[in-house]
């Protein structure tokens, strides 16, 4: 099986009413992690810069522009992986280095109308003391486990 490197940049979404905001994998679809909830994030193209890619990828995964946003690096050091299926249907084994942001948006999270793209048919708020309810990727329960958030209560 052939490897890729992959810099993977994604934002912790959060409304103003403290809600993070988590997408679902469309059933069958290609990437990592198929059946999980997501923080929206992907990978760097060639000439991006990290909040260049954030910026694209949150607009491309869930149609919100975060231009003006407060944009806040919380770690850039985890790596992981993972069996990835491309869109061409080769799997690959993907080393990704992963770069996770705070992104806070200025209204609550009913009042945010979302567009979801090609990798997602689901969404869902929830505030910190939830995310135990959901299964989420291997590298955001890491994540949240380091920032104190994630609770299995």
């Known amino acids: 099986m052939r ?3 992959r810099e993977i940049v994604s934002g912790v ?3 103003q009413d403290g809600k993070i905001l988590f997408a679902k994998k469309r059933a069958g ?3 990592v992690y198929a059946d999980c909830w997501h923080i929206p994030g992907g990978g760097m193209e060639d000439g991006e810069s990290r909040e ?3 910026a694209r990828e ?3 995964e869930v149609g919100i522009d975060i231009a003006g946003c407060p944009v806040e690096l ?3 050091t985890d790596t ?3 069996e990835k299926t491309l869109k061409t249907g080769e799997t690959v084994l993907a080393e990704m280095h992963f770069i996770d942001y705070r992104v806070k948006l ?3 999270a009913a009042d945010i109308r979302l567009t979801l793209g090609e990798e997602f048919d689901e969404y869902q708020w929830l505030l910190p003391t939830e995310l135990g309810r959901i299964t989420q990727t291997p590298p955001s329960v890491k994540l949240f486990t380091k920032l104190g958030y994630f609770s299995r209560d």
Do not use: Y
Request: hydrophobic fraction near 35%.
């Open 3 to 5: 490897t890729i490197q």
């Open 80 to 82: 992981g992986v993972a």
């Open 106 to 108: 200025p209204h609550p």
């Open 74 to 76: 919380l770690d850039d």
């Open 13 to 15: 979404i959060f409304s």
């Open 52 to 54: 260049e890619t954030l």
């Open 29 to 31: 679809g290609s990437g």
């Open 58 to 60: 949150i607009r491309e």
